[in-house]
């Protein structure tokens, strides 16, 4: 049996899942038994296209965040294939009932991370004040028949109303593609109207030059050092992580301030060679 594919219309696909009929709880146990004891593939999917409707029902709660609705739905399959996997038919409780939360935290997790590149909830509060900011606003809406105030919403959902406040910001501040097309008669996207800040080819290219001229100089500046204060100077002044002093005295045998004489009659060899090399360090 192939697992039908959330493409097309939904129109389409919803009329395809519908077509998969309902499992009796008997039905369902024998299924779930089969998978578990003998890891049977078709088991396995008889238990998923039966329940696909409930992932098109829990995934239309979502469509208030702007998500398309197939790719909502897609998510929430990828949960309750994880649900079916883990099921254990002895509980004693049915499968949906299970892989309702599953399915949830697919679909939830998807919006989480697809909303921002930064990140809307960090923390396990965070992510339900996200999913609850909405809701409450809408029921306080209803029931007072004006915009809540941010301390209301806190009141409800109990949280302080910064909180609320950054999670609103968050909310209806959406990351934006700079591909995106802003007018279909010229197919201009946002990356085409950013200003250029970088150098010009030619600016870069004598930039290129003049790094290239000075790796070179330093090249033949290191040549005319000791290996030791080659070591220092690559190891300790040139690198990003540099070697302490210790490390480099137990490195060589001697001690830290013996270490530290030779890194200084290096620096001086360095910048008689080369005037220019200043360290940052």
């Known amino acids: 049996m192939k697992l039908p594919a959330v493409t097309g219309t939904l129109d389409l696909y919803i009329s395809e899942i519908n077509r998969f009929s309902l499992l009796t709880a008997e039905e369902e146990f024998k299924l779930a038994v089969q998978l578990k004891k003998y890891n049977n593939v078709e088991a396995a999917e008889k238990l998923i296209v039966s329940n696909l409707r409930f992932v098109v029902k829990i995934a239309h709660?979502?469509?208030?965040?702007?998500?398309?609705?197939?790719?909502?739905?897609?998510?929430?399959?990828?949960?309750l294939i994880h649900a079916v996997k883990k099921f254990d038919p002895y509980k004693g409780y049915r499968l949906i009932s299970y892989a309702v939360w599953w399915i949830r935290a697919y679909i939830q997790n998807y919006l989480i991370k697809s909303w921002s590149?930064?990140?809307?909830?960090?923390?396990?509060?965070?992510?339900?004040?996200?999913?609850?900011?909405?809701?409450?606003?809408?029921?306080?809406?209803?029931?007072s028949k004006k915009n809540p105030e941010f301390s209301?919403?806190?009141?409800?959902?109990?949280?302080?109303?910064?909180?609320?406040?950054?999670?609103?910001?968050?909310?209806?501040?959406?990351?934006?593609?700079?591909?995106?097309?802003?007018?279909?008669?010229?197919?201009?996207?946002?990356?085409?109207?950013?200003?250029?800040k970088g150098d010009n080819q030619e600016?870069?290219?004598?930039?290129?030059?003049?790094?290239?001229?000075?790796?070179?100089?330093?090249?033949?500046?290191?040549?005319?050092?000791?290996?030791?204060?080659?070591?220092i100077i690559l190891n300790r002044v040139m690198a990003d992580n540099p070697k302490t002093l210790q490390e480099i005295g137990t490195k060589y045998n001697i001690s830290r301030e013996r270490a530290r004489q030779i890194e200084k009659q290096a620096l001086k060899k360095m910048q008689l060679a080369l005037p220019y090399f200043k360290p940052d360090n």
């Open 61 to 79: 709660e979502y469509r208030s965040y702007g998500f398309k609705l197939a790719d909502l739905i897609q998510e929430g399959n990828v949960g």
């Open 117 to 143: 590149i930064v990140k809307i909830g960090t923390t396990q509060a965070q992510r339900k004040l996200f999913f609850k900011l909405n809701q409450t606003k809408k029921e306080l809406e209803t029931l």
């Open 152 to 196: 209301e919403i806190a009141t409800s959902l109990g949280v302080k109303d910064s909180e609320v406040a950054e999670m609103d910001l968050r909310m209806g501040s959406r990351d934006v593609s700079l591909n995106e097309i802003i007018n279909d008669e010229s197919n201009s996207s946002h990356i085409d109207f950013l200003a250029f």
């Open 203 to 231: 600016l870069a290219l004598i930039k290129n030059e003049e790094k290239s001229l000075v790796r070179r100089d330093i090249a033949g500046a290191l040549a005319n050092l000791s290996e030791r204060e080659s070591y």
